[in-house]
């Protein structure tokens, strides 16, 4: 998705222009670098500078921590694992420090009173170090996979037609849903393994797994500034993306730096995926139909895949009242805001579940690495959490519901009605 340029502009801007005064006494013999300095094999997580050349090889997530090599991981760690605020410094021992950064500024506040309440409540349902799929999930994974490899096989083998291109569109949200986007989370098996291959589906979708988490995981961190939706041209966007070509995601490269030598040498797979699902799917229907039919069969498929998808993404994240801009207040004031807070006040909705595990926004958004299965049974303890904390948390109990939101807000986008300013005078 392309983010918002304005917003995440200012948000670099306001980060290059913060002195980070607040570096910690004990670290003054490390060396002293900006932001921008970091190298390719470091990360930055709360003002230090972590070198990840030798953890890549024992993450118990895998290497694809290699990925986000050359940038402040700060938001995307601390989200990713649940369980390291309880003893920071066990965990972050596990890297070589060897910096620390002068220009670090978080808009975030971690491990406040909400997030810790959170967290021990919900633990309590789901036990610490088995929030991945569960064997209900990897049955219904295991389904969906052999649904798309049914869906793509009859569609090669024998020939497109209207019913198989429906098919094959909807096999393709449902991996979208429920199997790429949890294994690319990190959550649907513990072994990294399972998480790398299942991963993948985003490019027997037409997408691309690389670019996906690059773009998932800087939604993830500063989520409302990147949600836009592009309805029936999402397969189009897609497929014929060239940020496949060297996997590097622009809308969130104005955040992050993904020009490292992991992603490179992920690039020849990537093309021979993406080349691949082009001659199964956009090539191979020529060679059954003449160019009009083809193209026909083609067209319902991507719709079809394309709304799937973006209908409820659009219903999660586009709805009304939601605050498309939760870390204002840390502009305006220097305040930090709290993270857990800012995941829950642009997110809906229970509503979007029915179609996919893995949109039930708010569970997604406060627990990335927790599998889908778990999220029904979390959400009325964190619906009472928030309700005690007077946080607004957008309830749609039925999809009409969300439907009915998400089109009020759409309207109100059209109208300018929800507009801190008129758009027209800027008043
Ligand atoms: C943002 C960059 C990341 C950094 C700096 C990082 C760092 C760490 C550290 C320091 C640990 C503790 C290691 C230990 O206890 O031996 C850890 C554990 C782990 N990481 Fe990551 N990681 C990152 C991204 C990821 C990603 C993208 C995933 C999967 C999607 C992941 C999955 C895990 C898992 C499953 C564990 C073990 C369970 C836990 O400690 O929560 N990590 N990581």
Redesign the pocket.
Known sequence: MPPNSEVTNRRSRRLQEQDAASAPASTKKLKKIRLAELSQHE?C?DGLV?D?RE?GK?????D??L??GGND?TA??KM?????SSNPQ???S??ALVGEVTDFSCEYKFDTPFEQEIKREVFKIVKR?REFGTPGYLLRAAFYVGLMAFAQLTWVASGSSPLRAVLLGCAGALIGLNVQHDA????AS?R?WV?EVLGYGADMIGGSKYNW?QQH?THHAYQAFFFLPLLSFYWLSSVFNTQVLDLNQRGSAQIMDWSNDYTKRRIPVSLLLRALYIGMNIVNPFFHHSPATALYHIWIMSTVESLFLSGLFSLSHNFEGADRYPVDHFEKTGEQVCWMKAQVSPSASEAAYQGGGSMMTYKTHLFP?MSSAYYPYIAPTVRRICEKHGVRYAWYPWIHQNFIATVTYMHNSGTGGHWELDPLSGK
């Open positions: 990360v997580i972590y990840i953890f024992v993450h118990p997530g895998g694809q921590v990925l986000f991981v995307q760690y990713i694992h649940h369980g390291h066990h965990y972050l596990k890297m170090g690319n989370h990190g959550a513990k990294p998480n988490i995981w690495r």
